[in-house]
Nanobody, 125 residues
Framework: VQLQASGGGLVQAGGSLRLSCAAS????????MGWFRQAPGKEREFVAA????????YYADSVKGRFAISRDNAKNTVYLQMNSLKPDDTAVYYC???????????????????WGQGTQVTVSS
């Protein structure tokens, strides 16, 4: 699976962005999809995950109620809608995929086999 993340940019606090993660090589509807982020000097951290198409979604407490993960199976693309952005959301955002991850591993970066290249999100105060 090849993943291509896009949609990052510079936005003011309180604004919104939608990140996209387009896949090629395999259809995503059987994969668990995750979004992670990494700020300078910090470890990569979990943001959101979606179990196989039609399954549940999971969020980090820091983004719950502001971010939403969704899938478009026809486009083989996963999205991360980010609303009410804060300066603390500034990071490089990565999408990830895995076909065999279990529930307890959803928030663990090393559990995912496939990664996109990252897209920068900068939120100004």
């Amino acid at each position: 699976v090849q993943l291509q993340a896009s949609g990052g940019g510079l936005v003011q606090a309180g604004g919104s962005l939608r990140l996209s993660c387009a896949a090629s090589g395999r259809t995503l509807n059987t994969y668990v999809m995750g979004w992670f982020r990494q700020a300078p000097g910090k470890e990569r951290e979990f943001v959101a995950a979606s179990r196989r198409s039609g399954g549940m979604s999971y969020y980090a407490d820091s983004v719950k109620g502001r971010f939403a993960i969704s899938r478009d199976n026809a486009k083989n693309t996963v999205y991360l809608q980010m609303n009410s952005l804060k300066p603390d959301d500034t990071a490089v955002y990565y999408c990830a995929a895995d076909s065999s991850i279990i529930l307890t591993q959803l928030r663990t970066p090393r559990a995912y086999d496939y990664w996109g290249q990252g897209t920068q999100v900068t939120v100004s105060s």
